[in-house]
């Protein structure tokens, strides 16, 4: 397999992703929703739909750890990034919020960008292992201050994928791990602080927590099928041709102001 074929994989699953969390979404909360999407029960087109775009993240957080390698510019690179986050947050918030401004989340350009930047300060602090950890204190609280897609999450997956990149199995089982075990912690803490006051006790607690880690491993634990083909891309050490860096960097934002207006025209904000 090659690089091209890797990539177009994370632009498709996202687009279908993204068609399901916005467009499905505005339809299954609509007057005209029945149960059912194109004859099949909607929960289950929804859900199945969403398990696939849980495939995208993870190829494109691989992407940047295999970037921050090859580029011949890590600065350049990281300029790209910031400029991509600040460029797609307005369509963001366009395609999957219904608004022209949300501040509540912010687009994974950033999440790419933190990534992206914690290897480049890690590199640059090799030796001196107090920063190193400082700097990964540092990425985790801005992306969850900042609200990043996958939060902290997300940016440890793809800094722990440049670390263990030499290893396929260690980088594929132990980013996954910490990957789940972040977005379950970070979720159940989000939540306890918005109904703390129907806690009352610590077996509340304990089941919110479960419900939190079944609810996310049903989900987002579909996301190691990416490594099928990232394994697969690793095997065959194909780059083949890439999509244009115009493509790349505008097919995000570009998509998501698309799907945004569907979404307009059908059934409002």
């Not at 912010?106 to 933190?114: K, S």
């Not at 077996?203 to 490594?227: C, H, P, R, T």
Request: proline fraction near 1%; aromatic fraction near 16%; charge should be neutral.
């Amino acid at each position: 397999m090659t690089y091209f074929v890797l990539e177009i994989i994370a632009y498709l699953t996202m687009l279908i992703d993204h068609i399901a969390a916005g467009i499905l979404v505005s339809y299954m909360n609509s007057t005209s929703y029945n149960g059912l999407i194109l004859g099949c029960d909607g929960e289950t087109v929804y859900s199945t739909l969403r398990i696939i775009g849980r495939i995208a993240f993870i190829i494109f957080g691989y992407n940047i750890a295999v970037g921050m390698v090859n580029t011949s510019d890590r600065r350049k690179y990281l300029f790209r990034l910031f400029c991509f986050a600040i460029i797609s947050e307005v369509p963001f918030d366009i395609g999957l919020n219904n608004a022209f401004f949300a501040f509540d989340s912010q687009n994974v350009g950033f999440t790419l960008f933190i990534g992206a930047s914690l290897i480049y300060v890690y590199d640059c602090l090799k030796g001196k292992i107090f920063l190193q950890i400082a700097a990964i204190v540092i990425a985790i609280v801005l992306a969850v201050m900042l609200k990043v897609d996958y939060s902290c999450a997300g940016v440890i997956m793809i800094f722990l994928m440049y670390i263990l990149r030499d290893s396929f199995v260690k980088m594929a089982i132990i980013s996954m791990a910490v990957f789940l075990a972040l977005i379950i912690l970070d979720n159940t803490f989000d939540l306890v602080l918005k109904f703390s006051h129907y806690l009352d006790s610590f077996s509340d607690f304990v089941g919110l927590l479960k419900d939190i880690a079944a609810w996310y491993m049903n989900s987002e634990l579909y996301g190691v099928i990416a490594f099928i083909p990232i394994y697969a891309q690793k095997q065959a050490q194909k780059e083949g041709r890439h999509i244009p860096r115009m493509v790349k960097y505008s097919f995000y934002p570009v998509h998501l102001i698309v799907l945004g207006i569907i979404n307009y025209c059908i059934f409002g904000w």
